[in-house]
């Protein structure tokens, strides 16, 4: 008995297609939580660092969707973009709470662990 070809029946499609398409469909899933995982794991573990930072550009992007149920649904993300004293640019995403306290043009002491925002001292 052959899994996807049967030479009495012919080539079953559906038994080649579903199977591969829900394995990359899984490792994709599994490959961003992987991602993540390890993104947090390596934040986490930096050392923080404190420079001197100018804010230069604050961005923020809404995002809308809509289910099979027509359900609607928003999220905004928050984006701060500082230039540090060396002018290397550093951008974070940030809660909204950090996202507006700050107004362009600020200066003051940056702290962060590699990709992760943790304070602006103006």
């Given at each position: 008995?052959?899994?996807?070809?049967?030479?009495?029946?012919?080539?079953?499609?559906?038994?080649?297609?579903?199977?591969?398409?829900?394995?990359?469909?899984?490792?994709?899933?599994?490959g961003m939580l992987g991602y993540r995982l390890v993104e947090g794991v390596k934040n986490s573990q930096a050392s923080e660092e404190t420079v001197q930072a100018t804010l230069i550009d604050k961005v923020t992007s809404t995002n809308h969707s809509t289910d099979s149920n027509g359900m609607n649904s928003s999220w905004t993300n928050y984006t701060l973009t500082f230039e540090l004293a060396t002018k290397e640019r550093k951008t974070f995403e940030?809660?909204?709470?950090?996202?507006?306290?700050?107004?362009?043009?600020d200066r003051g002491q940056l702290s962060f662990q590699r990709k992760r925002f943790n304070d602006f001292k103006i």
């Open positions: 008995m052959a899994l996807f070809f049967d030479p009495f029946s012919g080539f079953d499609f559906f038994s080649f297609v579903v199977p591969i398409f829900f394995g990359i469909t899984l490792l994709i899933i599994f940030v809660k909204r709470k950090d996202y507006l306290k700050y107004v362009v043009g």
